[in-house]
């Protein structure tokens, strides 16, 4: 109780210890506190507010470890799924933001000073400018004043000075930007003006420090994308502009290829119903002109046959494939796409080595942002990307090697049937060439 007492007493003295050494500075102390309170105010009064806005993706992905019975829907589905990665890229990438600075105008932005700090108009501007060609439009350093005066206005600038005056609403080539200005509403004091230069630089210097693309879950395919903006209008516009344009392409995308596919389908179906009915017609004609029934040799030799025919018809369309895989290996730098494809192979190897190629080129994309060529880590990656394509198209080689092997082996297998049917009496062996066309 007493060690209690005293280590209480000697705590109250260290307070009060503290009290007389603080108390003579206090009202320096509260003079820089107040200070401090005051600057700090008058930093974030001039310091524009930042707004997020965002919008949820569902994107379709591979799924490698799906088992599939259907090997025609997976080779005709493999173009429209692609990994997650490689759709969040893609989001990000200069052609798609391009498209949606088209929609959402960076161009030129549009302030007024009021209690000497700089507010931006955006839609509230009482001018719009309309430029004749964007891609030629240059950035400048600073803010550009635009001072109305009677029947028009003259641009002003440090570096340039005051210009002539201008005119509202005709075609004019100021020292800035070359286009129309037109006045929306009246107004009396200056206007400033940003220019940002062209859809590359506002790409390079606004929208991808600003543009957040992330996946919401590691176990879900959902894709966040947001963006940051000083006017929450413009934020909510340039993410609904962006996500309108990713739609619309895969869209595009996707009818292209279901619109090959029904073609190559259309033309299939078309040659496979003639050859049908033509069998179908010739095996009735001899059925009614000839009393034949097949043997138990010569009907098991049939249906071993036909079962020969179908899997070779398999194998061919394989080996096409195959070669369509390889080739689009060699021209193409996303492999994604074959994943489907390979699935149905159980190459479960080069499955793997397109997951990784898809990390390293992630990687490339990345490192390529920020650093030059010559960057080892950069070097490193690539060449680490050339050995695993390299691989993935060794693997590929090997698998079409294996289903031209299979397909001679099961070759040599129907020869031996087709010699067992050759020896059959003439009008037996016609029924069963008959059926077999039919069958197949």
Do not use: C, H
Not at 35 to 58: D, G, H, Q, R, W
Not at 309 to 329: C, G, R
């Amino acid at each position: 109780m007493k060690a209690t007492t005293k280590e209480t007493l000697k705590d109250e003295n260290y307070i009060i210890e503290l009290f007389k050494i603080v108390l003579p500075y206090k009202w320096s102390i509260l003079f820089i506190t107040l200070l401090m309170l005051v600057l700090m105010k008058i930093f974030l009064y001039f310091v524009p507010f930042t707004y997020e806005s965002f919008a949820i993706l569902k994107v379709k992905v591979n799924n490698n470890q799906m088992k599939t019975e259907d090997f025609l829907r997976d080779s005709i589905n493999s173009a429209s799924n692609v990994g997650i990665k490689q759709e969040m890229l893609t989001l990000q990438t200069y052609k798609i933001n391009k498209e949606a600075l088209e929609k959402v105008d960076f161009s030129i932005q549009y302030f007024k000073k009021q209690n000497y700090r700089f507010e931006e108009l955006y839609q509230d501007s009482p001018i719009t400018i309309n430029l004749s060609n964007k891609e030629n439009l240059q950035t400048f350093k600073e803010k550009i004043e635009l001072i109305p005066v009677e029947n028009g206005f003259i641009l002003k600038s440090d570096a340039l000075g005051a210009s002539s005056i201008f005119p509202y609403e005709s075609e004019i080539e100021t020292p800035y930007f070359k286009g129309r200005v037109t006045k929306q509403s009246d107004f009396s004091t200056p206007l400033y003006l940003v220019l940002n230069g062209n859809s590359r630089y506002i790409y390079e210097k606004i929208i991808r420090k600003r543009l957040i693309v992330t996946q919401v879950d590691i176990d879900a395919n959902l894709v966040k994308v947001a963006f940051q903006d000083s006017i929450p209008k413009r934020a909510k516009a340039y993410v609904n502009a962006l996500v309108d344009v990713y739609i619309t392409l895969n869209l595009k995308n996707k009818d292209n290829t279901n619109s090959k596919v029904i073609t190559f389908l259309d033309r299939q179906l078309a040659a496979m119903k003639e050859k049908l009915e033509k069998s179908e017609t010739e095996l009735e004609k001899y059925k009614s002109l000839n009393r034949v029934e097949p043997t138990v040799k010569s009907k098991d030799s049939f249906e071993k046959l036909s079962a020969i025919d179908l899997e070779l018809s398999e194998l061919a369309l394989k080996e096409k494939l195959a070669k369509n895989l390889i080739t689009f290996v060699r021209n193409n730098r996303s492999l994604d796409a074959i994943a489907p494809t390979l699935q149905e192979f159980n190459d479960q190897s080069t499955i793997r080595n397109i997951d990784k190629l898809g990390d390293l080129q992630q990687e490339e994309d990345e490192l390529s942002i920020e650093f030059t060529a010559q960057y080892p880590k950069l070097i490193s990656v690539r060449k680490q990307i050339k050995r695993v394509k390299n691989k993935i198209l060794l693997n590929i080689k090997n698998l079409r090697s294996t289903l031209i092997t299979k397909r001679k082996n099961l070759e040599k297998e129907k020869l031996k049937y087709e010699t067992i049917l050759k020896e059959l009496p003439k009008q037996e062996k016609n029924l069963v060439g008959f059926q077999r066309d039919y069958e197949v």
